[in-house]
């Protein structure tokens, strides 16, 4: 997908990412590069493996069912960086060969958390806490391959949710309470058996609403305005703008 500036270290692309954006990936340097400031850049394991292709918007990843792209400089990052913001990640993907017996990743942190395929062209998804330290993991979503899908999972620090396409999925949801676990491994886009295409991934120090999610999924590459979340709050006050962020972004809500 389109860049949103340029600048960038190492030779890609960069932005100035709302506080709550950890990483961006949109692939068009042909090069996965990390767009936010932060410059968690990957690389392709095995490096002569790697293949861009037209995207949702630009360029995108393809992966063989081999290939994959190591982040890491996001092992041992605090996904959620406040308990009481969340964590998001949005991604966009296209299947072009159905996943083996076990399933193939999408993006995602052993141990942590995981978005993929099942064998039955399905979406799983799911997260680690503190409190349970297994992998919760959930399906029974399919989607049709050979097509671009959006997919985010919002979780708020105790509840998961899943969103297909701009819609939550209703019967997706986790009674995962606590931080998302710290792991030292890296995250990793592709590979495990994943044949297709990846674009514009993106993860969040904050649960999305349903009107960013929406707004991702008909803008891929659009930004969303992230307002600081007010500290102290007047349990009396319903709802506060201040127009600071470009945007009419209300004040202290996830």
Request: charged content about 20%.
């Amino acid at each position: 997908t389109a860049a949103a500036s340029s600048g960038g270290g190492g030779g890609g692309s960069s932005s100035t990412a709302p506080p709550a954006l950890l990483a961006r990936f949109d692939f068009d340097s042909a090069f996965p590069f990390d767009l936010t400031q932060h410059h968690f850049d990957g690389s392709w394991t095995p490096a002569k493996r790697e293949q861009y292709v037209d995207g949702v918007h630009g360029k995108a990843a393809r992966f063989d069912g081999k290939s994959q792209i190591n982040v890491d400089g996001l092992a041992n990052a605090k996904w959620d960086k406040d308990s009481n913001l969340g964590f998001s990640v949005s991604c966009w993907y296209r299947q072009t060969s159905p996943a083996g017996a076990q399933g193939a990743r999408i993006v995602g942190v052993e141990g942590s958390w995981r978005i993929g395929v099942n064998s039955r062209d399905e979406i799983v998804a799911g997260i680690s806490t503190g409190a349970d330290p297994n992998m919760n993991e959930f399906s029974g979503i399919p989607v049709s391959r050979n097509h671009w899908h959006h997919v985010v999972i919002s979780y708020t620090g105790k509840k998961l949710q899943l969103f297909v396409d701009g819609v939550s999925e209703p019967g997706f949801s986790s009674r995962d309470v606590g931080a998302v676990r710290q792991v030292a491994r890296t995250m990793v886009m592709g590979g495990d058996g994943f044949i297709g295409d990846v674009d514009e991934v993106r993860i969040y120090q904050r649960a999305l609403t349903v009107r960013q999610i929406v707004h991702l999924y008909r803008e891929p590459t659009s930004e969303i305005m992230l307002a600081p979340p007010i500290k102290q709050q007047d349990p009396n006050l319903l709802v506060d703008y201040n127009f600071n962020h470009g945007d009419v972004a209300e004040i202290g809500r996830a």
